[in-house]
């Protein structure tokens, strides 16, 4: 059997006669301290590697991921300029969690996804459970905005296709005009 030879500590630079042929340190001290300085490699790496997935999200070409980060900007917007109304359908506050809710649906009507008055704060029962309870969100639009703007919503059928480019500019947009919304507060 052959004797291992001598290494050098990775944690403290001395020298030991290692136990096993993969040791890398010479006692338990040396060890705890290298596992803490690993692990806190790997957590940085992991966190760098989490905000670039989330720049490289934001840059590629993908359509409906682009989509859905406009939506989101857009919604969170929403959510702040109705912070202080009730549900645009039932009229109610409530502790539970809230909405960006569409009059017309995204489904019957994408080209209204990105308009705002189309968009209210809404509860989540009302949107999810009662289908976004339309009758009682277009009497509460009709008092807010007024007739004319909720029959020029429900008239409008212009088609409209946006591309990468013009998605990158609703979530700057939306995302520019919610900061600057908070900042005013």
């Given at each position: 059997?052959?004797?291992?030879?001598?290494?050098?500590?990775?944690e403290?630079?001395?020298?030991?006669?290692?136990?096993?042929?993969?040791?890398?340190?010479?006692?338990?001290?040396?060890?705890a301290?290298?596992?803490?300085?690993?692990?806190?490699?790997?957590?940085?790496?992991?966190?760098?590697d989490a905000?670039?997935?989330?720049?490289k999200?934001?840059?590629?070409?993908?359509?409906?991921?682009?989509l859905?980060?406009?939506?989101?900007?857009?919604?969170?917007?929403?959510?702040?300029?109705d912070?202080?109304?009730?549900?645009?359908?039932?009229?109610?506050?409530?502790?539970?969690?809230?909405?960006?809710?569409?009059?017309?649906?995204?489904?019957?009507?994408?080209?209204?996804?990105?308009?705002?008055?189309?968009?209210?704060?809404?509860?989540?029962?009302?949107?999810?459970?009662?289908?976004g309870?339309?009758?009682?969100?277009?009497?509460?639009?009709?008092?807010?905005?007024g007739?004319?703007?909720?029959?020029?919503?429900?008239?409008?059928?212009?088609?409209?296709?946006?591309?990468?480019?013009?998605?990158?500019?609703?979530?700057?947009?939306?995302?520019?005009?919610l900061k600057?919304?908070?900042?005013?507060?």
């Amino acid at each position: 059997m052959k004797t291992p030879k001598p290494k050098t500590c990775k944690e403290c630079g001395e020298q030991f006669t290692p136990f096993q042929t993969t040791q890398k340190v010479c006692g338990y001290k040396c060890a705890a301290l290298l596992a803490r300085k690993t692990g806190a490699k790997q957590r940085t790496k992991a966190a760098k590697d989490a905000h670039t997935a989330h720049k490289k999200q934001f840059y590629t070409n993908d359509r409906p991921t682009q989509l859905k980060l406009a939506q989101a900007a857009f919604n969170a917007y929403i959510r702040w300029r109705d912070r202080d109304e009730p549900c645009i359908s039932c009229g109610r506050f409530h502790q539970g969690q809230y909405h960006a809710g569409h009059y017309r649906s995204v489904g019957a009507a994408p080209h209204l996804r990105f308009n705002q008055f189309n968009n209210n704060k809404q509860c989540a029962p009302c949107n999810n459970h009662k289908s976004g309870n339309a009758i009682e969100y277009r009497i509460n639009l009709v008092k807010k905005y007024g007739v004319e703007k909720v029959e020029e919503i429900e008239s409008n059928n212009a088609p409209a296709k946006l591309t990468i480019d013009n998605i990158h500019c609703i979530i700057r947009y939306y995302r520019k005009l919610l900061k600057h919304a908070k900042e005013e507060v």
